[in-house]
């Protein structure tokens, strides 16, 4: 909430600093702390996923998308992931986010075919335990329709839109578990570290850019052409 993001130095409270022990490059290791925090609160704490859990994790080409999956992927889960073209699917299992016995089990182009038939035919007609959403209000009918039974739902994504038409009665029967999430905790920033410099996770960086063209890498971002992290060098 603080101007100045982009600069060669920042004051921050001593509280809000770790010392980077991934011995890693730097703009790897930059690449990483938001996403991994945020995959780590959405996916482990909130999510409850655990060895064997299988979930759902949308648009896993964005930054946060490919960390929530190698995150849920660390943890032992069962991973569906969706993507919008052919060629990011592509590009994700040569980076080994979505390699086979790697990254994740099923990949869903979102553009070609319906990701909530894919995933009831791929559970059996069961749905998966945990979605984890960073889109928002254009697939929330879909994630509900790709959850089973008392399943979790997780969100902290709002692209996609912010406002839906929630049916109660299926909510009530279903008894699905609505969980909004919103960044996380220092300890959840260590755990997704320590996966980092242990190699469970790996930063995918897309661009760097030096700090002078910092205008053109927002351009870029919002492009959404971005395969990963877009990062700038000071």
């Given at each position: 909430h603080t101007w100045g993001g982009n600069a060669e130095y920042i004051r921050a409270p001593a509280r809000y600093v770790l010392k980077?022990?991934?011995g890693l490059p730097a703009e790897q290791v930059a690449a990483m702390p938001l996403v991994l925090m945020t995959a780590v609160h959405a996916v482990e704490t909130l999510g409850e996923v655990r060895s064997g859990t299988r979930v759902l994790i949308q648009a896993g080409a964005s930054g946060s998308g490919n960390a929530c999956v190698q995150v849920a992927k660390a943890l032992g889960a069962k991973v569906a992931t969706t993507v919008g073209s052919p060629a990011i699917a592509e590009w994700l299992v040569r980076e080994s986010i979505l390699a086979p016995g790697v990254g994740a089990?099923?990949?869903?182009?979102y553009n070609e075919r319906n990701f909530a038939d894919d995933i009831l035919d791929w559970t059996d007609g069961v749905g998966v335990d945990v979605v984890i959403d960073n889109i928002g209000a254009s697939v929330f009918t879909d994630n509900l329709k790709a959850l089973r039974v008392g399943g979790i739902f997780v969100n902290f994504g709002l692209v996609g839109g912010m406002k839906v038409m929630l049916n109660i009665r299926e909510l009530f029967f279903r008894q699905h578990q609505l969980r909004g999430s919103f960044?996380?905790?220092m300890d959840e920033l260590k755990r997704g570290l320590k996966l980092l410099s242990?190699?469970?996770v790996k930063a995918v960086v897309d661009r760097t850019y030096p700090l002078k063209?910092?205008?053109d890498a927002h351009r870029y971002i919002d492009s959404r052409a971005v395969r990963g992290k877009v990062v700038l060098i000071p």
């Open positions: 980077d022990e991934t089990d099923l990949v869903i182009n960044m996380g905790s242990d190699g469970k063209d910092a205008a």
